[in-house]
């Protein structure tokens, strides 16, 4: 089974953090999107709102403790506290290309 294991950065750590968890054992796939955000970042770069990175991975469930980790120390939030992340419970059904 896979499960979503997702973060929201500020824009300028999702390189590093797409390059640090992308051959992390149990990672499916990984993206990287951009957005904005109101309440995540502190720096605003357009009036109230500032760009978030959107990390999105697929892992294995029986790897999702170490992907998370992995993610949340790529993140640095224990040092920033500037963001978030989350995993979903495990995904039932999906339907992936072989």
Do not use: N, Y
């Not at 992390?24 to 109230?48: H, M």
Request: glycine content about 8%; charged content about 25%; proline content about 2%.
């Amino acid at each position: 089974m896979l499960v979503e294991i997702g973060a929201l950065v500020e824009k300028h750590s999702g390189q590093q953090i797409l390059q640090t968890v992308k051959d992390a054992d149990g990672v499916i796939c990984i993206t990287l999107e951009s957005g904005r955000s109101s309440d995540l970042i502190f720096e605003r770069q357009f009036g109230d709102f500032g760009e978030t990175a959107i990390v999105s991975i697929l892992a294995e469930s029986s790897k999702k403790e170490q992907v998370f980790s992995i993610l949340f120390e790529a993140c640095e939030l224990e040092q920033k506290q500037q963001g978030l992340i989350f995993m979903t419970p495990d995904i039932i059904k999906s339907s992936m290309p072989s």
